[in-house]
């Protein structure tokens, strides 16, 4: 076989691909917008080797008040792997809360479904069908300089 741009194989196994990353944003006074694409070869999670990924993403993050932001992301990705074809989708929503100037807090949403029902063989880690996780996370942060002032939450 003969190798191009497009990600097809050679006879030595080589595969070569183009990567592309189109993001358009949008800025507000108290927002931004992030939508686009991504393709190009990715380690598809580990499951099947080299995989010739298409993703889509779209983020947004503002600032509600003067000390509570919020945050929403989703991504929608497409694995084209040796061993077949299979998706995953990942959204989350999240609040954060500045508690005072050198402490915050944050609790976000998260829901993964990774689809494998179509096209995708059997493997150690990916099995056909439907699997879908949620998970709550809650965080807190606190901020501390080292350098010029020494403190939490110093400002220059």
């Given at each position: 076989g003969s190798s191009n741009a497009n990600g097809s194989k050679n006879s030595n196994g080589l595969k070569l691909a183009n990567r592309?990353?189109?993001?358009?944003?949008?800025?507000?006074?108290?927002?931004?917008?992030?939508?686009?694409?991504?393709?190009g070869m990715t380690p598809s999670f580990?499951?099947?080797?080299?995989?010739?990924?298409t993703s889509f993403f779209a983020n947004v993050s503002m600032?509600?008040?003067?000390?509570?932001?919020?945050?929403?992301n989703v991504d929608?990705?497409?694995?084209?792997t040796v061993d077949g074809k299979f998706s995953a989708?990942?959204?989350?929503?999240g609040l954060?809360?500045?508690i005072?100037?050198?402490?915050?807090?944050?609790?976000?949403?998260?829901?993964r479904l990774q689809d494998?029902?179509?096209?995708?063989?059997?493997?150690g880690v990916l099995t056909r069908g439907k699997v879908s996780s949620n998970s709550i996370a809650l965080v807190f942060s606190a901020q501390f300089d080292l350098w010029p002032n020494l403190g939490l939450g110093q400002q220059p």
């Open positions: 592309t990353n189109i993001t358009v944003t949008k800025l507000w006074e108290r927002a931004t917008l992030n939508v686009g694409v991504d393709k580990g499951v099947s080797g080299i995989s010739d990924t600032r509600l008040t003067e000390l509570l932001g919020a945050t929403a929608y990705s497409l694995f084209d989708l990942s959204g989350s929503a954060q809360y500045r005072n100037r050198w402490l915050s807090s944050s609790m976000q949403y998260t829901y494998a029902s179509s096209g995708a063989a059997s493997t």
